[in-house]
């Protein structure tokens, strides 16, 4: 029957915001793309050729760039990548920052002060500029782009429980459950924190936007993934140097990729929220 009602909820939520079922549909692609992007890809993304700067044509669909390289195979194998990046950062920071911000609002005292400085430390860089100093000091790889991402967007998560949690830890559920001779950790962990997925899904959601941008902006600078390797941010920042000779389409396709992937992580917040919310359960 839980599977039953799940099934109906989901299908409720679907179709009560259309923009919702646009959002998983996209990042449904989004993923297979990012599967199986290289059995996809027409060429081979890193190979060039003596067809440089050709505008998109039949055989070439998105064109090619200053290397003779296919613009299109670049974008599909790059998916891979961003996504990677993406979804390992905000996990990362998802996981470390709702645990530091529970243990703050839940226990509160010097554990909340020392959790609260560390998180006001992070806050008081602007973020673009602090993950440029962790990849500049660390290293531009692939796992020090993750460790910067995560670092920046663990503020948010443990901001947000920690207010969550701080509202509900004297309700009177959690009260009975404590009444009931469960532990501390236990109310925590079993009756407290599935009460605030919702809100924290909703700013996954978001973050796993910021975090592609991210790598894309460290990418753009030169601080990101080292060429040759398939990256929206390496793209749009080759091609940028080709705008005013009029070739567009380096720039636009890795930007168009990037802007599509983006909107559909901000899309899909609001259903998200909508699918984990017990009080939507009705």
Partial sequence: MNAVATLRHTRYVLGENPLTVVAFSL??????????????????????????????????????DHLGRDVFSRVIVATRLDLFIAVSAVALSFVVGSILGCLAGFFGGWTDRIISRCIDTIMAFPLFV???????????????????????????????????????????FAAAAKVAGNSDLRVLSMHLYPNILPQMMVQLSLNMGWAILNAAGLSFIGLGVVPPTPEWGIMVAEGAEYIVSG????????????????????????????????????
Wanted: aromatic fraction near 14%; hydrophobic fraction near 55%.
């Fill in 27 to 64: 990042f449904a692609l989004i993923v297979t793309v990012a599967i199986f992007g290289p059995w996809i890809a027409p060429y081979d993304p890193i190979a060039s050729s003596a067809s440089r700067l050709q505008p998109p044509s039949w055989d070439h669909w998105f064109g090619t």
């Fill in 130 to 172: 602090l993950a440029m100093g962790i990849v500049a000091v660390l290293g531009n790889s692939v796992e020090n782009i993750i460790y910067a991402t995560a670092i920046i967007n663990l503020p948010f998560y443990a901001r947000v429980a920690r207010a969550e949690i701080s509202v509900r830890r004297k309700a009177g």
């Fill in 247 to 282: 070739q567009w389409w380096l720039v636009f396709f890795p930007g168009a990729a990037l802007m599509l992937a983006v909107f559909c992580f901000n899309m899909m917040g609001d259903g998200l929220r909508d699918l984990i919310d017990p009080r939507r359960r009705t």
